[in-house]
């Protein structure tokens, strides 16, 4: 089965861990982000990235480059189950454009998402964050 969605940052809560350079550092970034209500997939998502600056602009942000791994723990509804499931997250932020691909975590699901399994990925919009998940649910 296949989901399509959006969301949007409702907390990003990032700090430096390890300053290499004057434009290069490790960060980590505690973040919620919220699954809009205009998709099949609606909820939300608590995820923690370790992130790699090879070029950080701390005058904007948007004109950085990085590479980021994380876990995102989403809850909410997939297709009108409900439930919880934990992604790994694996992904770049290239002055301004954003692409990452996920893998759902095996035993990770909870509720009506107990058994699921799948990928996802996500790309920046103009304004938003587009969110696209290929799963199945054993025993459905």
């Known amino acids: ?52 600056y090879k070029y950080s602009d701390e005058k904007d942000q948007h004109n950085s480059s990085a590479s980021f791994v994380g876990l995102m723990r989403f809850e909410g509804t997939l297709n009108g189950k409900s439930g919880s499931f934990v992604m790994e997250d694996r992904g770049t ?4 454009a954003l692409n990452a691909s996920l893998t759902i975590l095996p035993a990770s699901g909870a509720g009506e998402l107990q058994d699921i399994s799948g990928t996802a990925k996500y790309a920046s919009g103009s304004s938003r964050v587009d969110f696209e998940i290929e799963y199945e649910i054993s025993g459905v």
């Open 1 to 52: 089965m296949k989901a399509h969605g959006t969301f949007t940052p409702a907390k990003w809560d990032e700090n430096t861990v390890n300053q290499i350079s004057p434009v290069k550092k490790i960060t980590k970034a505690s973040v919620v982000l919220d699954f809009g209500k205009d998709g099949e997939i609606t909820g939300k998502a608590t995820v923690e990235w370790l992130m790699f």
């Open 93 to 96: 932020f290239d002055n301004g």
